[in-house]
């Protein structure tokens, strides 16, 4: 039995169902970064919101940009945030928050940046219906990535390896007894 372009009883087309779950996860899970108080779960959260992204990715014919977006945000840098929050800080943030002061300008800022983007929406001519994605040719990329440009992705991953020392050096410093760091 076949599916059928859209969904039965309704009319709406899957790819549009599809892109609507996969917003509003991303947005959803965007949200509880930002107001949850338990900072592991924060970080779970937003790799949740990375995984949204990357199944966005791959409905815009982009399925490199989604492997590599699994691969780095939620495979590298998700878990080294965690790993960083495991062992330098407590699990639950202090009462008040620092960033809880300033929900005036916060809020002020928020609703300036909904006119600019809502004034942008409706100045932009939205054209006709798009055009199909087009199929990436991923071993044209990879070829390029690793014949032409092999120097600068080294130099990036030395300089990931070398963020991850530093970090894991700040985490293990000593501290005095009273709190003070030595080597300040």
Known sequence: ?????????????????????????????????????????????????????????????????????????????????????????????????????????AAAASVILTVIVLLAIASTDWGGSPAPPKATDTAAVAESLFTDRVLPFEVVGVLLLAAVIGGVFLAKRERTPGGEDPGA
């Open 1 to 105: 039995m076949e599916i059928g372009p859209t969904i039965p009883f309704t009319g709406i087309p899957w790819d549009d169902a599809l892109f609507v779950l996969l917003a509003g996860t991303m947005l959803f899970a965007g949200i509880l970064v930002v107001t949850m108080r338990d900072i592991i779960r924060c970080g779970l959260a937003m790799m949740l919101c990375f995984g949204a992204l990357a199944g966005i990715y791959v409905m815009a014919g982009a399925p490199l940009v989604a492997a590599t977006q699994v691969l780095v945000y939620i495979g590298a840098i998700s878990v080294l945030v965690l790993f960083a929050i495991m062992l330098t800080q407590s699990k639950v943030g202090p009462t008040r928050l620092v960033f809880q002061t300033q929900a005036v300008p």
